[in-house]
C-alpha cells in the first residue's frame, strides 16, 4: 500500500513540475527623444498642442514593423515606454516654445492650435538595411475664426544601423528630429499669414 501511495505522490509532483510556468523574458522599453534644429525667427502668438491622435495599429507601445506588404508585425520584447503619439506631444511643446510668445496646453488663451495625427511609425524589413518609415499629419488652426489655415503630411525614413529593435528606435529618433524641425518651420511659417502677429 505504501508502495502505491509514494508512486501517485512522486507521479504527482513530476505533474506539477510540467506545468510550471514558462521562463518570462525581459522587455526591453524605449523612448522618442528627439530635438530639432533651434530656429531663428519668432511669433508673438500663443499656440495651444493638442494631444496626438494615432491611426489604427499605431496606437500602442507595442512596436511595429513590417515583413511583407500591409501585415504588421509587432516586437515580442521591445516596447515603447508609452504610446508614440503621448510621447509626442511634450516634444512637439519643446520644439515649438522657442517660436511663439508662450505655447500653452488648452487652446482657451491661444490665438492657434496645432493638431496633429501619427499616421505611421514602423520599421520595414522589405528592404536591406531595414528602415524606420515615420508620417505624421500637422493641422494648424486660427482658433478665433475656427478657420484652418494649413494642413501638412510630414514623411521621414532613416536606415536603421542594426536588423534589430534598437536599430530602429535609434533611426526613429533621427527621423523625428527632421520632422519636428519641419513642423516647427510649417507652424512659423503659417502662423505669418494670419494677421495676428
Not at 489604427?56 to 515603447?80: K, N, S, V
Not at 515606454?81 to 519643446?94: C, E, F, G, I, S
Not at 521621414?156 to 516647427?184: C, F, H, K, M, P
Amino acid at each position: 500500500m505504501n508502495y502505491w501511495i509514494t508512486l501517485i505522490f512522486a507521479a504527482l509532483l513530476c505533474g506539477c513540475t510540467a506545468l510550471q510556468a514558462p521562463e518570462m523574458q525581459d522587455t526591453h522599453l524605449y523612448l522618442l527623444d528627439a530635438k530639432p534644429a533651434i530656429a531663428h525667427a519668432k511669433s508673438s502668438q500663443v499656440l495651444a498642442v493638442s494631444m496626438p491622435v494615432a491611426r489604427a495599429g499605431f496606437d500602442t507601445p507595442q512596436m511595429a514593423f513590417q515583413r511583407l506588404p500591409l501585415e504588421l508585425e509587432y516586437f515580442a520584447t521591445h516596447r515603447w515606454a508609452d504610446t508614440p503619439a503621448r510621447m509626442l506631444k511634450p516634444l512637439l511643446v519643446q520644439a515649438l516654445e522657442p517660436e511663439f510668445k508662450a505655447v500653452v496646453q488648452a487652446p482657451g488663451s491661444a490665438d492657434l492650435r496645432l493638431d496633429t495625427e501619427l499616421i505611421r511609425l514602423q520599421q520595414n524589413f522589405t528592404t536591406n538595411p531595414s528602415r524606420i518609415q515615420l508620417t505624421l499629419r500637422a493641422q494648424l488652426t486660427e482658433i478665433k475664426g475656427n478657420r484652418v489655415i494649413a494642413v501638412k503630411l510630414f514623411d521621414e525614413s532613416e536606415n536603421a544601423l542594426n536588423e534589430d529593435a534598437y536599430g530602429g528606435v535609434i533611426a526613429a529618433n533621427l527621423a523625428l528630429q527632421r520632422i519636428l524641425t519641419q513642423i516647427s518651420e510649417f507652424c512659423l511659417n503659417a502662423s505669418a499669414g494670419t494677421g495676428v502677429r
